[in-house]
């Protein structure tokens, strides 16, 4: 009689031990596969080391870069500007309009226009604006400007006078401190010229979406005085403001004071 054995055969211990090694198998290879897929801590320490070099964004770029002011190719002759008519009285300061040497631009109808006063004026002197061009026999604008006047910087916005500029029309304008309304040889006098341009594709892409000093460097780029001047006046007291300011004034050869 043959005696039959109870328990596992040896048939399916066999197939066990077969799955098993094929489980086992399967587990070393995807295990290898792992270590291999997974950077070394060196290649990881590189990989951040490369982020944080990763050049800067055109925003990021904006938002940082040195502030130039890049001369505006119009191909027009320029004028005497940032000038005007000093005074032989030592008590009497010397005006200066915060103007470029040659006819500065802006793309805005009625600008912010600055002027820059270095000292205290003699009590009873006036302060008188003016706005002219060459198709006109009488001055666009001629006005007083309320007083008194401290030292600093000041601005005339065209838009309370009510003035909007002609695009691609030149306009001299200036700021005259007056000591005898009869004897108007005696003023001091400083004038400048401005021109309303449109602004090109590239201004107005790089004006998309953007504020602050992302501005400022957009008119810049694009050579447009007035614009840019006023966008960094906004945005004082601001200290990043004034070192701009500080700089933009050095680039056009006007007094640095203005910027304090």
Known sequence: MTRRHRGISNGTLGGTFRIGLAALLLLGTSASAEVADAPSSAQAGAAAEAADGAA?????????????????SVGKPGHTVGGGRRSLRADLPQLAVLVPDHVGTTVSAQPVLYWYLPTSPPPGVEFEFTLSDRQSIQPVVDVDLAGPMAPGVHRVDLEEHGVTLVPDREYEWSVSLVVDRDDRFGDVVAKGWIERVSPSVALKKSLRNVSGRARSVAFGEAGIWYDLLDSVYVRLPAERAQADLRQLLAQVGLPEEAAN
Do not use: C, M, Q
């Not at 055109?58 to 890049?70: I, M, N, W």
């Open 56 to 72: 800067p964004t055109d925003s990021e770029a904006k938002a940082t870069g040195r502030l130039v002011y890049r001369l505006p």
